[in-house]
């Protein structure tokens, strides 16, 4: 089946320090990429929805300038935290859609901001 | 938006029983809805999913789920569970355009 990769799968920054996480799909094409965000114990939160080659679409209350996507090709998504502090550590997921509405999710990237 | 929501947070059962975790969802559009497993520090897991067709779902490791339009539930159910069944279950909805919105989960404990 289809495969959507994360990197890194842990990091641990120093608070004001921005880290950047990529979502990969590694055996097709993404037409849409999402980004979630699951505190400890909670759901996940869309936070963003990206389409290669355009803008991405932010969630209402999702700060755009801090939460950085950029939607490069049609296999990768990066998520850059920028400025990042301690209450930004949390449970980061993407997914990834193909284009016959299958949607696959990645492993997540656990960020801890110390 | 379409929004879910899972009626119980915590559902513990002994080995072997039958279990149900229900979910409920709403929408003004049509909607795909899908249940998902995560266990411990890992990612989602799908167990099923409704996108057209028959509203009885079977899924992986002996779940199926029941999409009921009229009641806008998606319940999902397994005859008998299993020590490790023990996870976190999140039932989803989503647009046709797959921007998905959990629930908040259901944490099901099998007990020996």
């Known amino acids: 089946g289809a495969v959507v990769s994360q990197h890194p799968s842990w990091v641990i920054c120093k608070s004001g320090t921005s880290v950047k996480i990529e979502c990969r799909s590694l055996d097709f094409q993404a037409t849409t990429m999402f980004w979630y965000r699951q505190f400890p114990k909670q759901s996940l939160m869309l936070m963003a929805t990206?389409?290669?080659?355009?803008?991405?679409?932010?969630e209402q209350g999702v700060e755009k300038d801090k939460f950085l996507i950029n939607h490069a090709s049609l296999t990768l998504s990066t998520l850059t935290v920028t400025s990042a502090h301690p209450e930004d550590s949390s449970f980061y997921i993407c997914?990834?859609?193909?284009?016959?509405?299958?949607?696959?999710f990645g492993p997540g990237t656990r960020l801890t901001v110390t | 938006a379409q929004s879910v929501t899972q009626l119980d947070s915590q559902v513990p059962v002994f080995e072997e029983a039958p279990v149900e975790l229900r979910c409920n969802y709403s929408s003004s559009v049509s909607v795909y809805l899908f249940w998902y497993v995560q266990y411990p520090n890992q990612g989602l897991q799908l167990l099923l999913k409704y996108l057209s067709g028959s509203t009885l779902v079977k899924g992986i490791n002996g779940f199926e789920a029941e999409f009921n339009k009229s009641q806008t539930s998606f319940h999902l159910r397994k005859p008998s569970v299993h020590i490790s069944d023990t996870a976190e279950y999140f039932c989803?909805?989503?647009?046709?355009?797959?921007?998905?919105?959990f629930g908040a989960g259901t944490r099901l404990t099998v007990k020996p």
């Open positions: 997914s990834a859609r193909t284009g016959v509405n299958e949607q696959y």
């Open positions: 990206s389409n290669e080659g355009s803008k991405a679409t932010y």
């Open positions: 989803a909805v989503a647009t046709t355009y797959f921007d998905m919105r």
